[in-house]
């Protein structure tokens, strides 16, 4: 049969180009789980997807309860689920005051995080439920939130700290707390998004370590290369919109297109050479996929068990 692959933000950039590259295979039924159903619609029908490879189903991560009804409507649409893809995300580089979702978490962390976090633990169920050779769990990563990289390195550096700020509910000064996970006075919302990929990336590790053997399911992370042209730099200067792409593209010579992240994502679901479990996935100036390493920040067990028991109660798992 089918696979059905569940992908989270494909209503732009990588999201919709691997929703694009998966439906275009005839393998696989892709659900687009998106905040904004006209976009997506108009999406997909954009990029050419054939009618009947896809479903749309509303899914905000800004909100708890969204993500609850999301896992409620799927379950009654009657597919399975074969592979879940985390990939939405927000990116706030210029702001210095925060935003907050409809639970009151500062917005980058709420959405790539805490939104995703909810999601994966309610939807390891339906993964253990389906009889699919290869069942996946894949949470996007980023070369950012990695301080053992170039790119990491830029300023402001990515750092959970001791958590206390996430600890605290991310609620900002309005509420005697800090809108940072590491708790501090100033917010920073580049820095947030970079604090928000690393949970992502503990994340992805602490499910292998808690649910692979058990279930055989495999979960991954990946870095898919510099996609400077999608919409994840909307809300930045126009004048770095307009550099950030012959840069990537001449100088760091890190540049993606769009098309070709989508296959990258799109192999991680699918191939069966990257089934392997609690890996970080890069690509070569080849094109090669390989095996990466994580800062230590970013692979450090004793903060991802932490990371993972406050934000059960964050989202009232606990
Ligand atoms: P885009 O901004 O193009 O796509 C992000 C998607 O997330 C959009 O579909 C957006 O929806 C969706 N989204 C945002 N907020 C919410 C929400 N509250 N609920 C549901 N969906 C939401 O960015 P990219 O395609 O570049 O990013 C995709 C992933 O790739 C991210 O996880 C990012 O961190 C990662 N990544 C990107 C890199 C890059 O260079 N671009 C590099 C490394 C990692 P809408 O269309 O409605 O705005």
């Given at each position: 049969r089918q696979g059905v692959v569940v992908i989270t933000g494909a209503s732009s950039g990588l999201g919709l180009a691997a929703a694009k590259a998966l439906s275009e295979t005839g393998k696989w039924h892709v659900v687009m789980a998106c905040r904004d159903f006209l976009?997506?619609?108009?999406?997909?029908?954009?990029?050419?997807m054939a009618d009947g490879s896809y479903t749309i189903m509303h899914l905000d991560l800004a909100s708890l309860d969204s993500v609850r009804q999301f896992?409620?409507?799927?379950?009654?649409?009657?597919?399975?689920?074969?592979?879940?893809?985390c990939n939405a995300a927000i990116y706030r580089p210029t702001a210095r005051t925060p935003t907050f979702t409809a639970d009151g978490y500062e917005m980058s962390v709420g959405v790539n995080h805490l939104g995703h976090f909810l999601l994966a633990r309610l939807m390891l169920h339906d993964l253990g439920k389906s009889d699919y050779p290869s069942r996946r769990l894949i949470i996007l990563g980023s070369i950012t939130g990695n301080t053992n990289t170039l790119a990491?390195?830029?300023?402001p550096k990515a750092g959970l700290g001791d958590l206390r700020g996430l600890a605290g509910g991310l609620r900002g000064h309005n509420h005697n707390?800090?809108?940072?996970i590491d708790g501090s006075d100033t917010f920073d919302g580049a820095k947030a998004y970079k604090d928000s990929k690393i949970c992502n990336m503990l994340t992805m590790q602490e499910?292998?370590?808690?649910y692979h053997e058990d279930t055989g399911i495999t979960?991954?992370?990946?870095?898919?290369?510099?996609?400077?042209?999608?919409g994840l730099f909307r809300e930045h200067i126009p004048l770095f919109r307009l550099l950030f792409p012959p840069f990537q593209r001449f100088i760091t010579k890190g540049f993606v297109s769009e098309a070709e992240s989508g296959k990258r994502l799109a192999q991680v679901v699918s191939d069966p050479?990257?089934?392997?479990s609690g890996v970080y996935w890069s690509w070569n100036k080849d094109s090669a996929s390989f095996e990466n390493q994580l800062s230590q920040e970013a692979s450090d067990p004793e903060?991802?068990?932490?990371?993972?028991?406050?934000?059960?109660?964050l989202v009232g798992l606990a």
């Open positions: 976009k997506a619609a108009k999406a997909a029908k954009g990029a050419g896992v409620d409507n799927f379950r009654r649409a009657g597919m399975p689920l074969d592979s879940l893809v990491g390195n830029i300023p707390g800090s809108a940072m499910l292998h370590r808690r979960f991954a992370s990946l870095y898919p290369g510099c996609i400077a042209t999608t050479s990257l089934g392997k903060k991802a068990r932490k990371l993972w028991e406050i934000s059960e109660k």
